[in-house]
């Protein structure tokens, strides 16, 4: 079995996936169109995400554990930096992700400082 990734997924975009089947929203609020791509963490890393990205967000998340196994064939998943000169590399996910494919959620609440 290959390590689970996380996503910190806005609670409303995750409400909406499990209607539609498959979680089309990335934490920012764009469309996979406008991004390309949903970011993901380690278990080693998400921690460290909601504390940098999400200091100051009001707003209730989710984090989903994802199973890399159960993607759809054909998602590809790369490591990438976040921005040029980072010295962390994150999995980032190109394609949907389907709910399926979460094995696990849990809510979370502000402040994630």
Do not use: C, K
């Amino acid at each position: 079995m290959t390590d689970p990734i996380f996503h910190l997924a806005e609670a409303d975009h995750w409400a909406r996936a499990l209607e539609s089947g498959t979680y089309r929203r990335s934490s920012l609020g764009r469309s996979l169109e406008d991004e390309g791509f949903i970011h993901l963490s380690t278990a080693e890393q998400w921690p460290a995400v909601l504390g940098r990205y999400y200091r100051d967000h009001e707003g209730e998340l989710v984090l989903l554990t994802v199973d890399p196994d159960l993607l759809d064939p054909g998602t590809e998943l790369r490591w990438e930096a976040p921005a040029p000169g980072a010295d962390e590399l994150f999995p980032h996910l190109y394609g949907p992700l389907p709910v399926s494919a979460v094995t696990a959620t849990r809510p979370l609440s502000p402040p994630y400082g």
